[in-house]
């Protein structure tokens, strides 16, 4: 910056007042115009700082805020395809990635592609050596577009429709489309026509199921060598089968019209494990869910169910089926259930003409529309999951959008209790990713909260009486030349990055505590008592020896009995073990207590948390008491009080707001450290209070997971919200924090007026 | 606590001058004393455990050959010893266990071995056994057999090869510069010369596409010549690089060790040897100093287990440099506009506890938005506008110093602001009245009189921003720092600074070796010593923070709270 300010020195002594007089005022007026650009830039800059720096939340807030953006559903177009004939009204409907090309398989035994753009259709052909017979049953695997169509005279064809993206360049320009016929098969001995079919390929090995009859079901599979073999299965004489699946999990599901679904376990001979009283109505549609553990039923009266097998109860050994989820009832009878093939969600299509879309996990009815016309019973989730179409009766195809990003967040997700997949109740459960793409994620933030709280507390509970209760001595009893060295030592301490206290915590302390335990948790009585014990020594001592030292050297006394303490502490130790608790601590607290013991416990992280926040508390409270007006204690030690009596009858009730608000500090600070939490603990989630055992919190989970996460995905997002959470609890707690200490020092202002 | 000094007396029934001790507290007071002590042994305990584990690592001990009961030997570094816990059993905690460095990892798969007392039958220190410090494999222990330089032996034995050895591991330390400087500096630029071809003809390709009609021929050839080049010279460096290992991995020398046989090992790998029996104590200290100074100045090996640090204190000092480049003006701007401009009302107050507050955010919610506002946004969007031609590989759109320094300058302005609004704050009013009085204007009141009285107290601020970014890690762990940075973030090609480069960073350094790498025991000395070194940064930092904030406030005498 120029030197605006006028420099006499250089003034040509020729001039006249008059002239200077000019220069002076022209100097003058480009100082003020400076002046206000300074200010302008200065003002614009301050205000752009702290609003950036405030921004942060809304930044925060903002990426997650998808998360509960809500779903919206659109109808994009309806189309009509092919021809009116009923025998070409398709029994099948299937599409591509891209959406460009619509299939369908109908009773005449044509395969026919239709332009999903207009619906004109492209091509039909007739499956291989079905040329007499008229096609009864087809379905379509929701992932991997296996066919299977049954006939008139129980055959069935098993194939696969495969698009293959072809390339210029780096552009797609076309799929080619391609029908494979995987095999045909005789499955029903009688002949009999094919009331439904299912067909699903796995690694190779083929599973497909037939109904026959009134309640016949045939099998057919393959085994890895190939080798082929038949099933027949029955359900009750007095019952009628009406929907038949097989799953990738080499199990089997039919439906009945009382409502019942038979489980059939496949992976060896054929095993019924399970006959569930899914509805009082007749079964209308049944579907496995994504993964192929979990079913869903929909019957004749609008209804849908979702079982999958788990341990009923966590003492059981075996699995049976339970009823974990009911959906709300659509219009009339359930027609179609189409399950998505890349997440847990599906649509369910009512005869009436309702339509409504569910996520399976948090039982969330993401939407409900009423149809144009009544269905057909065929719909489908297409393969990107944001279109799904449904047929109607009269041969429209309609084309709805799905735009639903986060449809497994929700605040159920989040918070409350959800009952997964395979679990024997609702828990609260995290774990987002999974080995397989069929993983059901598992995003419970009450863990993780849980945690947090948890290794709050113990911190707490660690750091607040040695931070308080040595901040009270160091104001009140200490000498000031002694003071004048503790307080920078330990805001050094407040200085310690946390990944040094998180290292020495997780590396060293822990297989000390785990060694020791019992030794460590004598420390806990063993320290206080000798510290305190110095005052019995220090009567003894000659009282010429005690006048030699200045009151307020007490800690130095204190000291080498701290020491001392520790140590005796360690060595009783293993007496104290062998005995209470048969000389082995952690293997009485399994067998006793049925307690496990982490070596990255939750102690350990209490105690390294505590080494970081108890410098916060210190500081913050020492300053309270030592500012409390010496007026007060002046007059608390004229009537007579002693040291001790004055501060706790007269400073710490005073300084109280301070020190509280100095606990709310290091409340905040222990609530979002995250690299001593990361390192000092096993970074499990479990939900456990035992001291004993470790957890995960909030802010080791970001670090954890937030690097593995997709940009923009809902783990991503999650992640970001728990940051929200983060930041909200932090700030609110440090603002009342703040707030209490202006008060504080508004009323010492007034006392020592 | 009201009762405090009545229930003594009836239970414990003290008499004479207990009692009143108990009565007017003294007990108590002893008691607080207690806490204060334990927090002040809790600094001390840290800071020794740090010490003792990480100053010792450098000393080159004493080797030790023990033979056992079934006449195995072993030979290695004493660790350390210690009761063998039985538990349960009489034995319990009776005998003891060693534990040697064993080294030799190659022969034996692990380098540290537990030995029971009660199965040694002989220990002795032989004076030819020596501790080699290799580019692989961790340390060797073992004694010279034989040494030979193209194939042809040159010596046998100790006393002949030990004075060979030295001259030969010198000349392996300039061969292996030779080699480093041929690798990263020709190479290094020769592979940056084909890939930024790469990226032009990238580039071209997207033009096409966009301009059908225009005819690029021309540029193609022109990179098609460079590449031509580019490759001809990549051959003709490759070709060097081979002539120089060729003569440089000629000398090699035989170890016999106890543990599985012989070691031959090229000169070339070995990075130091010393006969660890015959030093003295200066030797040994000699030893230590250069120890000491390659941990400082040398590059990590082994996965970081091995080596030394400097691309992480290169990479701690340069962001935090970068960060007070940003925090610092930027936070004087916002104090000034707090304590000059703003109107003194409730909406300043509330921002100022709102920025207040701001510093105790925890540091993992700043990474967060770090990833999501700069990594993700601001550089997934220079990437689309200027990378275009590298994509899908991120140029700006992932970790990089840049988003680091910036993420740890939004923590950090908090603290500056704080900071330098105290010492603004400090300032008499009635120096700004004479100011005003003589004429000036504000801004020139401000910055010849308000600023320079404040100065002391800004960069208090400014230390204590470093000290708070020296020693924070979990926002850098998802905003730019890896555990191995193949190339630091400023050197001798254009633009000399990568402000889009990864960096290393030691507070991550003691993260990683310590937590992640595949063998915690044998790091760990490592880690303890990294921290010693990052301890040293940042408390030396705060040291100087709380001096200068003592002077200031002895100078001003204004009360703070």
């Known amino acids: ?753 | 606590m009201n009762a405090g000094d009545e229930r003594p007396r009836r239970d414990i029934g003290a008499t004479g001058p207990l009692r009143t001790l108990l009565r007017r507290g003294d007990p108590y007071i002893w008691f607080t004393g207690s806490a204060l002590g334990i927090s002040l042994l809790l600094i001390g305990g840290l800071i020794a455990v740090v010490l003792i584990n990480g100053l010792g690592f450098f000393w080159p001990g004493p080797l030790v050959r023990v033979t056992l009961k079934d006449e195995s030997q072993w030979t290695g570094e004493m660790m350390r010893r210690e009761p063998i816990p039985k538990p349960g059993t009489p034995e319990h905690l009776k005998h003891h266990r060693i534990q040697l460095k064993v080294g030799n990892r190659d022969l034996l798969g692990y380098d540290f071995k537990w030995i029971d007392e009660s199965e040694i039958t002989a220990r002795d220190e032989p004076r030819d056994l020596v501790y080699v410090e290799r580019r692989e494999y961790g340390a060797l222990i073992g004694t010279p057999a034989l040494l030979t330089v193209d194939g042809a032996e040159k010596a046998r034995e100790m006393k002949r090869i030990w004075p060979e050895l030295k001259s030969l591991i010198e000349r392996a330390r300039s061969d292996r510069a030779l080699v480093r400087k041929i690798e990263k500096d020709r190479i290094g630029a020769i592979n940056r010369r084909i890939e930024r071809a790469r990226l032009r003809e990238r580039r071209l390709d997207l033009a096409a596409q966009r301009q059908p009609e225009r005819d690029f021929s021309a540029e193609r050839a022109e990179i098609a010549r460079l590449r031509e080049r580019s490759q001809e010279e990549y051959r003709r460096a490759q070709a060097e690089l081979e002539e120089v290992v060729r003569r440089a991995a000629g000398a090699s020398v035989t170890f016999a060790t106890t543990s599985g046989g012989d070691k031959e090992l090229r000169t070339l790998d070995i990075y130091r040897v010393y006969a660890a029996n015959r030093l003295s104590f200066f030797g040994r200290l000699r030893i230590y100093g250069a120890r000491l100074w390659s941990f400082i100045v040398d590059d990590p090996r082994e996965s970081n287990t091995e080596g030394g640090v400097f691309p992480a204190i290169f990479g701690t000092v340069m962001m935090v440099m970068l960060m007070s480049l940003l925090a610092v003006p930027f936070g004087v701007v916002a104090a000034l506009y707090l304590r000059e401009y703003a109107k003194q009302g409730s909406l300043v107050r509330l921002v100022r506890i709102a920025v207040n507050n701001l510093a105790g955010v925890p540091s993992i919610v700043f990474g967060v938005f770090g990833l999501g506002f700069f990594v993700y946004m601001i550089g997934g969007t220079i990437d689309q506008v200027f990378f275009a031609e590298a994509l899908p590989t991120p140029t700006f759109g992932t970790g990089g110093i840049l988003w680091a320094s910036l993420t740890l300058g939004l923590l950090t302005v908090p603290v500056v602001i704080v900071a330098a609004e105290e010492a603004l704050a400090a300032v008499p009013q009635s120096m700004r009245e004479a100011s005003y009085a003589c004429g000036a204007t504000k801004f020139q009141t401000i910055w010849k009189v308000v600023l320079p009285a404040a100065l002391p107290g800004i960069l208090t601020g400014l230390i204590l921003a470093m000290a708070r970014g020296a020693g924070e890690v979990a926002p850098l762990m998802i905003t730019g720092v890896v555990k191995i940075a193949p190339d630091l973030p400023l050197d001798g090609d254009f633009p000399f600074l990568h402000i889009e480069r990864k960096f290393m960073h030691l507070g991550f350094h003691i993260y990683d070796v310590g937590f992640q790498s595949p063998n915690v025991e044998a790091a760990k000395p490592m880690v303890y010593t990294t921290t010693i070194l990052l301890l040293i940064i940042v408390l030396l930092l705060n040291m100087t923070a709380i001096v200068v904030r003592n002077r200031l406030r002895r100078k001003y005498k204004t009360s703070a709270f």
């Open chain 1, 1 to 753: 910056m120029p030197r605006p300010y006028i420099d006499n020195t250089h003034m040509p002594t020729a001039l006249n007042v008059r002239q200077r007089i000019i220069a002076a005022t022209r100097h003058i007026k480009w100082l003020k115009r400076f002046d206000r650009v300074a200010t302008g830039t200065i003002i614009l800059g301050g205000v752009a700082v702290v609003a950036s720096v405030l921004g942060i939340l809304v930044f925060i807030l903002a990426e997650a805020k998808p998360l509960f953006d809500s779903p919206r559903i659109t109808l994009l177009r309806s189309t009509r395809l092919g021809s009116d004939s009923d025998a070409a009204l398709p029994l099948v409907i299937g599409t591509d990635e891209y959406l460009k090309y619509t299939y369908t398989l109908s009773g005449d035994a044509r395969a026919r592609i239709f332009s999903a753009e207009d619906g004109r259709e492209i091509e039909s052909t007739l499956i291989e050596g079905f040329d007499d017979a008229l096609v009864t049953a087809a379905s379509r695997s929701p992932s991997g577009d296996f066919i299977a169509a049954g006939t008139s005279d129980g055959r069935l064809a098993l194939m696969q429709f495969r698009f293959l993206p072809r390339y210029e360049g780096e552009t797609m320009v076309d799929l080619d489309r391609e029908l494979r016929l995987r095999a045909t098969i005789t499955l029903d001995p009688e002949r009999r026509a094919a009331r439904d079919v299912s067909y699903i390929e796995d690694e190779g090995r083929k599973l497909a199921a037939g109904l026959f009859g009134a309640n016949d079901i045939r099998v057919y599979r393959t085994s890895d060598e190939g080798g082929e073999s038949f099933h027949g299965l029955h359900v009750n004489p007095n019952e009628r089968a009406t929907r038949v699946r097989v799953s990738p999990q080499q199990t089997l599901i039919v439906g009945t019209d009382i409502g019942r679904v038979y489980h059939w376990d496949l992976s060896s001979e054929p095993r019924l494990t399970d006959v569930s009283p899914a509805s009082a109505q007749p079964i209308t549609a049944l579907e496995w869910l994504l993964g192929g553990a979990t079913f869903l039923a929909g019957d004749a009266s609008g209804e849908t169910s979702g079982w999958f097998r788990a341990r009923p109860n966590e003492s059981s050994d075996d699995q049976a089926m339970l009823k974990t989820r009911r959906f709300p009832k659509v219009n009339g009878v359930v027609r179609a259930i189409a399950v998505s093939s890349r997440e847990r969600s599906f649509l369910v299509v009512g005869d009436g003409g309702s339509a409504s879309y569910h996520f399976f996990t948090n039982g969330r009815t993401l939407s409900s529309w009423t149809l144009p016309a009544p269905p057909a019973n065929i719909a489908l989730i297409a393969p990107r999951g944001d279109v799904a179409l449904v047929l109607g009766r009269d041969g429209t195809l309609l084309r709805y959008g799905i735009d639903i990003p986060h449809p497994e967040a929700s605040f159920a997700a989040l918070l409350r209790k959800i009952w997964y997949e395979g679990y024997s109740r609702a828990e609260y459960v995290w774990q987002s990713t999974g080995m397989s793409n069929v993983f059901e994620s598992k995003l419970s933030l009450i863990p993780l909260i849980f945690g947090t709280i948890k290794g709050t507390i113990y911190a707490m509970i660690f750091a607040i009486p040695i931070a308080v209760l040595g901040a009270l001595y160091t104001s009140q009893f200490v000498h000031p030349s002694v003071k004048a060295k503790i307080k920078p030592t330990v805001e050094i301490m407040a200085a310690v990055p946390s990944v040094v206290i998180g290292f020495i915590a997780g590396l060293w302390l822990a297989p000390i505590v785990e060694k020791h335990v019992v030794g460590v948790f004598l420390m806990f009585i063993l320290l206080p008592l000798s510290g305190t014990t110095g005052v019995l020594l220090w009567t003894q001592l000659p009282r010429a020896l005690r006048h030699r030292m200045r009151t307020g050297m007490e800690v130095f006394v204190i000291l080498p009995l701290l020491i001392a303490g520790g140590w005796v502490a360690l060595r009783l130790g293993p007496a104290v073990e062998r005995m209470l608790f048969d000389g082995e601590f952690q293997l009485w607290l399994t067998s006793t207590l049925g307690l496990t013991y982490d070596q990255r416990n939750c102690f350990v992280v209490g105690v390294a948390l505590g080494i970081a926040v108890i410098p916060i508390i210190f500081t913050i409270s020492e300053d309270a008491f030592s500012s409390v007006p010496s007026s007060l204690t002046a007059a608390s030690l004229a009537l007579g009080a002693s040291r001790w009596q004055t501060a706790v009858r007269v400073v710490l009730p005073t300084a109280s707001p301070g020190v509280f608000s100095a606990i709310m500090v290091g409340f905040g600070r222990a609530v979002g450290e995250t690299m001593i939490v990361l390192m000092a603990t096993g970074n499990t989630p479990v939900m456990e209070w035992s001291i004993f055992n470790g957890m995960r919190t909030l802010s080791a989970n970001i670090a954890v997971e937030i690097p593995e996460a997709p940009y923009g995905g809902t783990l991503y997002r999650v992640l970001f919200l728990s940051g929200a959470v983060l930041f909200a609890m932090t700030f609110i707690v440090n603002t009342l924090a703040e707030v209490i200490r202006q008060r504080l020092r508004e009323r010492y202002r007034a006392h020592s007026l």
